[in-house]
T-cell receptor, first 116, second 111 residues
Framework: GAVVSQHPSRVICKSGTSVKIECRSLDFQATTMFWYRQFPKQSLMLMATSNEGSKATYEQGVEKDKFLINHASLTLSTLTVTSAHPEDSSFYIC????????????FGDGTRLSIL | LAKTTQPISMDSYEGQEVNITCSHNNIATNDYITWYQQFPSQGPRFIIQGYKTKVTNEVASLFIPADRKSSTLSLPRVSLSDTAVYYCLSPEYNQGGKLIFGQGTELSVKP
């Protein structure tokens, strides 16, 4: 079945550091990828929609200058958390959608980001 | 806002059949209903998807009545490893297929 790989799985870094998270679709092309954030005991919250070859679409309340998204190819999207602070600590999850309509999204295994 | 609502939690015992119902009064004519399972510290895993009537795969069945205002995920003979959060979702196809997650149903399977 469709596989989405997310890297790294865990990051621990100091406040002020910028962190890049990669999301790859391993066996299919994904014109659209999505980035979510999940806090403990809460549901996933959609942050942005990443479109190959164009600018990402951010959900209301998500700072585009804080969370930089690049979707340079049909198999790779990256999320960069710039100048991360402790409140950015969270579980970040990406998903990818197969080009053909009606196909379900497939999710990566998430990245646990901890800012000290 | 999520287009679906479901019970926050359910309890069950090993070997029982579990049915989780989801309400979606306002889904569009061409919307699919999709269910995901999530374990702690993992990404959601696709379980099953349907449009109407009944869909069955190796892990679950999905029942969608004719009016499509609700759906029921059926898990046959659950085990302890089925303890997880289950999400009922309907992709926003007019917005690139994005998924807006509700609270999900936290299923606890006891021995």
């Amino acid at each position: 079945g469709a596989v989405v790989s997310q890297h790294p799985s865990r990051v621990i870094c100091k406040s002020g550091t910028s962190v890049k998270i990669e999301c790859r679709s391993l066996d299919f092309q994904a014109t659209t990828m999505f980035w979510y954030r999940q806090f403990p005991k809460q549901s996933l919250m959609l942050m942005a929609t990443s479109n190959e070859g164009s600018k990402a679409t951010y959900e209301q309340g998500v700072e585009k200058d804080k969370f930089l998204i690049n979707h340079a190819s049909l198999t790779l999207s990256t999320l960069t958390v710039t100048s991360a602070h402790p409140e950015d600590s969270s579980f970040y999850i990406c998903s990818a959608r197969v080009v053909e309509g009606g196909q379900p999204q497939h999710f990566g295994d998430g990245t646990r980001l901890s800012i000290l | 806002l999520a287009k679906t609502t479901q019970p926050i939690s359910m309890d069950s015992y090993e070997g029982q059949e579990v049915n989780i119902t989801c309400s979606h009064n306002n889904i569009a004519t061409n919307d699919y209903i999709t269910w995901y399972q999530q374990f702690p510290s993992q990404g959601p895993r696709f379980i099953i998807q349907g449009y109407k009537t009944k869909v069955t795969n190796e892990v679950a069945s999905l029942f969608i009545p004719a009016d499509r205002k609700s759906s029921t995920l059926s898990l046959p003979r659950v085990s302890l490893s089925d303890t997880a959060v289950y999400y009922c979702l309907s992709p926003e196809y007019n917005q690139g297929g994005k998924l807006i997650f509700g609270q999900g149903t936290e299923l606890s399977v006891k021995p």
